[in-house]
């Protein structure tokens, strides 16, 4: 079912690679030479999903679970094997130049601005290069230095740049041809506490104020909780959980703790449907399943069994959350 | 100096790993040693020695001086220069012994494996095309064994001597690529020193350059005997001797200046 | 013609960030120029000081030789200069390090794009060295305005034929970095080949380069013709004339090589 406000329509998408295997061993420099044997990695198994405009997503996933697979191919850097996708109603591969003129795209890990040059030339280049008109440009790029505080180092060339610098302009560089939707690949990786902050504020910032789609690709679970409302989670090239953050959280959540201060010491302190994972003095730390018995059962049986004097709950971190899916690989069932 | 050999052999082995990228250099010395055998069978037309030197010996020498290539890193050494500029060299300066030995000790165990994946493979595969000059004796042999050593010491440290230019500047690249560019045109490499102008020839005695490769050369083709061969040999024992004092000279200051910069 | 001039006015601009690029590093750029002219002119030194000694080389003279050596040396400095960024071996390792995939993400013709993302100025230093020698093969030549306007012509030949042997290296680069070397035995072993009368080298060296690798087009067939000497081979005087037309041919196989490897990435990724 699509909407019509869908950006990105995903329909059973595939990837399979060809991997070549050198033998090796005696003799094998020869029979290399004559046969190799080769067999097939299913980088992207099938995903499907529909992306709406003014979304704010994140895409997340072990190494190697088809992440970066499936934003090739989101960004027309990659031909699909089978199955159907669709941005803003273009066939990436297919029209490249087309669709790649209504995306923005930032990798932490490398620059898309020249070099040696001052980061204002790279940004006046691609303004020429995405046909920005010269009034539009003026105005995005005033907006931007105010948001990213760029003027300090707009006239510096970009290898002097600090990360958290190269960041910034990236960003700006991205957005400048004002594009509906926005890849971002590690745009916090390297930063320090601070700079973090300021980029995801951006970010937040131009999807609500611009409404432009984007879609968040990190490892850095801090960035999902800030900013996403949505998550996807992709793991050996399957979708494995695809939908609010908060859903996450209650359905595989699990683990909840339960911290309570006795008024006195009692000789056990077992309740039923907890355990007891750590005891010091009078703080007693129950674990218990969400799923299982709510806390306000939980602290019912507590109460009538043990004087209480205080007690808090404790919510699982994401980023236990999602190790928790990885690994244990929850909704394989 | 147990360390010494540990670092040689280290070096040996992780230099032998690289047979994709031996077996590509091989072909393009192969292809070069080929070509110049070609231009020089054309100059020597009818003629039978020159300089003392047969069409035979004239041909083994294309072979040779591209066997020396990979052994001399003729064609580029950095790796000095980078180790300052990526900040590896703190690493490497803390290491119990000499910074000139870590390095000398590497370049060997080096230059020991290309010896035999590159020269030895090339003067084998020439050996099979062309009817080349190889000495006969066990006496020869060690000399040239000697010999080549002896280039291998004095190439090493006109290497580092140049890359200590990175202790005072970021752009040494350019420098020390000019120092190499010298180095071909000077060394005999690309046509034996014989051939040329007595006037040129002596100017380039004044440099370690065919101390590197047109010694070896021609104590592997014998055309020098007794006095001569000697004058060669200590000539090369020479030049390693004022380079090494130079080297640890300018190290030293090199090591002061880095320092006091923070770099 | 429109998309033409665009195409023309987005070079200009890449080119220019390139020239500005090098020019921030101006102490590297003047080394660069000058160890490179005085590395090539070393070499002819190299080469005058042997012909003086052997009285020439095949039959040919010192200034005809100059003729080959100054023309190859000029002709590949150009294209040294245009077609960098198509050297294999900083190709190959741009597409491994991802850097490549940036020029796809651009909405403009991602040849263009690569084509204008290195120019070495620094490569005016062997142009100029291989014109200081053409000029030494200069007075060995009896000019006629056929001749002077044929010139150019055969330097543009040249810049295609080793044009494409740097963009046929660099596709392959998209299956494998391992080919680089022999494309290098092409390249700069095929420049210090041409520098040379051809008929000095064996039947087999020569068949290859006339048929596989048709350099003996390029260099070797014009020079006989501009020096008024007969081919000691015995072909045509028409031969002279072919070099634009194999300069034109590999370039065309080149791009059309270069074309499949694109849409042949797109579809494995690296």
Not at chain 1, 46 to 58: A, P
Not at chain 3, 6 to 25: C, F, N, P, V, W
Request: include cysteine; proline fraction near 4%; charge should be positive.
């Amino acid at each position: 079912m699509t909407t019509h406000d869908a950006i990105i329509t995903v329909a059973d998408l595939h990837k399979h690679f060809k991997v070549y295997k050198h033998h090796r061993g005696p003799g094998s420099a020869l029979r290399n030479l004559f046969t190799r044997a080769h067999h097939w990695v299913r980088a992207v198994d099938g995903i499907t999903f529909e992306i709406q405009r003014g979304e704010l997503v994140g895409y997340i996933g072990p190494n190697g679970a088809g992440k970066s697979t499936t934003i090739k191919m989101l960004t027309g850097l990659l031909v699909p094997t089978g199955g159907e996708l669709h941005v803003a109603g273009r066939v990436p591969w297919r029209e490249r130049k087309a669709h790649v003129a209504q995306i923005g795209a930032v990798f932490g890990q490398r620059t898309t601005l020249w070099w040696d040059l001052p980061t204002i030339e790279s940004l006046e280049l691609l303004r020429y290069i995405y046909k920005v008109p010269q009034a539009r440009f003026r105005r995005n790029l005033d907006d931007f230095r105010a948001l990213l505080e760029l003027d300090p180092f707009l006239d510096t060339p970009v290898r002097s740049l600090s990360l958290g610098q190269r960041m910034r302009a990236d960003l700006c560089a991205a957005l400048l041809h004002d594009p509906p939707l926005l890849f971002l690949d590690e745009p916090t990786i390297g930063l320090d506490v601070v700079a973090k902050e300021r980029i995801r504020q951006f970010i937040q910032h131009i999807n609500a104020d611009r409404g432009t789609t984007v879609i968040l690709t990190t490892h850095d679970l801090s960035d999902v909780e800030r900013l996403c409302r949505r998550v996807m989670i992709i793991d050996h090239g399957h979708l494995l959980f695809d939908g609010r953050l908060e859903a996450l959280r209650e359905r595989f959540g699990g683990q909840r703790e339960l911290v309570v201060d006795m008024a006195e010491a009692p000789r056990e302190v077992a309740v039923e449907g907890a355990e007891v994972v750590a005891r010091e003095g009078l703080r007693v730390t129950y674990r218990f399943h969400g799923g299982e018995v709510s806390a306000a059962e939980l602290i019912g049986r507590l109460s009538r069994r043990y004087p209480i004097r205080d007690l808090q709950v404790r919510e699982p971190e994401i980023a236990d959350t999602v190790r928790r899916i990885y690994e244990e690989r929850l909704l394989e069932q | 100096m147990r360390l010494f050999w540990r670092l040689i052999r280290q070096s040996f082995r992780l230099q032998l790993t690289y047979r994709a990228a031996n077996l590509a250099g091989l072909a393009t010395n192969f292809f070069f040693g080929l070509l110049r055998a070609a231009v020089l069978t054309a100059l020597y037309g009818a003629r039978t020695s020159v300089a003392g030197l047969t069409l035979q010996d004239a041909v083994t020498f294309t072979g040779l001086s591209q066997a020396t290539i990979a052994c001399l890193s003729f064609f580029g050494w950095y790796e000095v220069a980078d180790s300052v500029y990526t900040g590896e060299i703190a690493a490497d300066m803390l290491k119990p012994m000499g910074y000139f030995s870590y390095w000398l000790a590497r370049d060997l165990g080096r230059a020991g494996a290309s010896f035999l994946m590159r020269a030895v493979t090339m003067m084998l595969a020439y050996a099979l095309v062309f009817d080349i000059v190889a000495p006969r004796t066990a006496g020869h042999w060690v000399l040239l064994g000697l010999s080549l050593l002896l280039s291998v010491v004095v190439s090493f440290c006109w290497r580092f001597l140049v890359n200590l230019g990175a202790f005072w500047t970021p752009e040494a690249r350019g420098l020390i690529r000019l120092a190499f560019g010298a180095s071909w045109f000077m060394s005999g490499f690309l046509m034996p020193l014989r051939l040329f102008p007595d006037w040129f020839v002596r100017i380039c005695n004044l440099t370690p350059f065919p101390a590197m490769v047109n010694t070896v050369i021609e104590v592997y083709l014998g055309v020098l005997s007794g006095p001569a061969l000697l004058r060669a040999l200590l000539g090369q024992v020479f030049w390693i001797a004022i380079l090494t004092a130079l080297a640890q000279l300018i190290l030293r200051a090199g090591v002061r200046h880095l320092v006091i910069q923070g770099g | 013609m429109r998309s033409l001039l665009d195409a023309l006015d987005l070079y200009r601009r890449l080119i220019g960030m390139q020239i500005r690029s090098e020019l921030a590093y101006r102490t590297s750029f003047v080394l660069g120029i000058l160890a490179q002219g005085l590395n090539n002119l070393a070499e002819f030194a190299t080469l005058a000081m042997i012909l003086s000694r052997f009285e020439g080389i095949g039959g040919w003279s010192l200034r005809e030789v100059a003729f080959l050596y100054g023309m190859v040396s000029a002709a590949f400095g150009l294209m040294d200069l245009i077609f960098s960024a198509f050297d294999p071996g900083t190709f190959g390792l741009d597409v491994r390090r991802g850097t490549f995939d940036r020029l796809l993400l651009r909405p403009t013709n991602v040849t263009l794009q690569v084509l204008g993302s290195k120019f070495l100025l620094r490569r005016l230093g062997r142009i100029g060295q291989g014109i200081a020698i053409l000029a030494v093969a200069a007075p060995r030549v009896s000019w006629t305005p056929l001749k002077v306007l044929y010139l150019p012509f055969v330097v543009i030949s040249i810049v295609l034929f080793f044009g494409a042997l740097f963009i046929i290296g660099s596709t392959i680069t998209f299956w494998t970095v391992e080919s680089v070397e022999a494309i290098n035995i092409l390249t700069y072993g095929g420049t210090e080949m041409m520098s040379y009368p051809m008929h000095i080298y064996g039947r087999g060296l020569r068949r290859f380069f006339t048929y596989i690798v048709p350099a003996i087009f390029m260099n070797y067939y014009p020079a006989l013709y501009f020096l008024d000497m007969p081919d000691p081979l015995g072909s045509p005087p028409y031969m002279a004339f072919l070099a634009p037309l194999a300069g034109i041919g590999m370039m065309a196989v080149a791009l059309a090589f270069w074309n499949y490897g694109i849409r042949h990435y797109a579809s494995t990724g690296s």
